[in-house]
Each structure stands twice: as structure tokens, then as C-alpha cells.
């Protein structure tokens, strides 16, 4: 038998992606998203969300889930969320489920390079570390330690792993075992993956979080990344852009995200910059 690599090469249909939003932030930070990289992989890309928005639905041909979990920033509410994401890809039946928040660009076509790197058929959880030391806490008064990837860096998890995580995560099963840890979403995956299933995470250094001064990030690799972030609120934490007719004024794009975008593929460049933030 002649085996044909290219047919079991990971492609981007082979990638579930769930971004988690709220209601709150469908007009400030989905636009962007939905101008620049959720064009790249619409198909593929859900929005877990926490109420109904007909016109993004329409926006994003019903890739809206409405996961009717509460609006919050409370542990139990993301929770419940991340939940409904794993919940949703298990059904998809997919090599590879990959989380990230809103305020994260994906670089698709880099995700897909980085993911043909790893066997589904492996357990894998590839992301970014959150601390340098494994976090530590009690579950079920059980003492534990273990190590977990910031879910706003994004995170990726290998249908095999996906598989044999269910006892701790499905149908709702991560909301309930968050509980249990008394701990925030991301940290609850890394429980189940490298505590209970004692799989160690896979660092990349091609996801980055707001935790992070994005600043710092040589602007020559940016294009290179798989993932990339902005906090806005107090420091201006933005990515640093090289200089380019491509970039608009921070006023246009706060993010730059739609410069980066327009840099990356030149043709989207007028579509990018007609759109406002
Ligand atoms: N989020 C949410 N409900 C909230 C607040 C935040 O679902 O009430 C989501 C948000 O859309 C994002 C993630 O949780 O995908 C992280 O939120 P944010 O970036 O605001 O805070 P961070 O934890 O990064 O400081
Ligand atoms: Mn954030």
C-alpha cells in the first residue's frame, strides 16, 4: 500500500474553532474578528456567546451559539461556557478543538502549519503556559498540582485527549468540575488534562495573551504568529507594527489588528480599512 502523505495531512476543516464572547462585547470586539481573520475559517470558527444577536447570526451564517450560560466574568459563568465549546466540538467529530477568546487574531493559515506538527490520534494539549510553576490547589480535598495553558492565548486539544477528558468535561461536566476546583476555565482544562490525565502541556511561543507586553514582540515576526491579543482598558497593551502603508491610525484601529490583517493579505486590505472598529 502506497500511503498518500497528503491525504492525512491536517487541513483547516480538520480544526474545530470556538471563540468565547458575551453580549457585551458583540459591537466592540467581534466586528474586528469578523472583518479580519473569522474570514479565513468560517466554516469552521462558532462563537460561543451568552445571548441572541440576529444580525451577527446573519453576519456569520449562524455560527452564533447562544450557550444560555449567564453573562458574567464569574468563574462558574466562562466556565459554563468552555463547557458548551467542548460540549459542541465533541459533536464535530473534528482532529482538533481550538479555543480562543475574543480578543484574540488568529493567524489561520499559521495554526493549521503549527497543528500538522502533532498526531490527533496523540493525546495533545498545545498552548501557552500561564505560570512558570505548576498552579497548586485542593480537589475534593485532595491536594494537586499541575500545569495549564492561558485560555487567552488560545489553546489547542487533540481529538484523542478531547476523547478521554469526557469523564471530567462533557455535558457539562467542565462547569461542575470547575466548581469542584474552585478555579477559573482555562486552569480547569489544565486539571484535567495534566493532573487526571497526566499529559504534559506542549508550550508554543506562537500564542500570546494580553498577560504578555505584546509591545515587546519583534515586529518582523508578527505575521508569524499563531495567535496575538490587545488589552485596552488601562495600558495601551498593543502589538507593535513595523512601519507600512498598510497600517491605518491607532484611532481606526485600536487593535491593529485590521493593519496586520491588511499586511498578512494585501487583497482584503480595502474591505479591512472601510470597515470602522
Ligand atoms: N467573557 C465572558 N463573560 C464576561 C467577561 C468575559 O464570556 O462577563 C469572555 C470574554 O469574551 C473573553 C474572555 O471571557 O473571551 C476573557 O475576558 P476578558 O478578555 O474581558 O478578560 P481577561 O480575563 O482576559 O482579563
Ligand atoms: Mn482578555
Known sequence: VVENKHENQTNLDDIFISVKTSGKF?????????????????????FFTDTDDDGLSKKTDGH???????????????S?????EYDFYIKSNKRWWCHFDDDNYVNVDQLVMLLRDYDHNMDFYIGKPSLNYPFTTTFKGEKVGFWFATGGAGV????????????WCSNGG????SEHLNAPDDCTLGFVVSNRLAVELTSSNLLHS?????????????????TLSYGLDNRNNIIQL????????????PTRF??????????????????KS
Open 64 to 78: 452564533m451559539v447562544n450557550t444560555m450560560c449567564n453573562s458574567s466574568h464569574i468563574r462558574r459563568d466562562l
Open 210 to 226: 494580553h498577560l504578555e507586553t505584546l509591545g515587546q514582540l519583534n515586529p518582523a515576526t508578527l505575521t508569524e504568529q499563531v
Open 156 to 167: 489547542c486539544i487533540s481529538k484523542a485527549l478531547a476523547q478521554r477528558m469526557k469523564p
Open 80 to 84: 459554563c461556557k468552555l463547557g458548551a
Open 174 to 177: 467542565l462547569y461542575r468540575t
Open 26 to 46: 458583540h459591537k466592540t470586539r467581534l466586528n474586528v474578528i469578523i472583518d479580519t481573520w473569522f474570514r479565513d475559517a468560517n466554516q469552521q470558527t462558532y
Open 242 to 253: 513595523q512601519e507600512s502603508s498598510h497600517n491605518l491610525p491607532i484611532s481606526k484601529d
Open 258 to 275: 485590521r493593519s496586520l490583517h491588511c499586511k498578512r493579505k494585501p487583497d482584503t486590505c480595502s474591505r479591512v480599512h472601510r470597515t
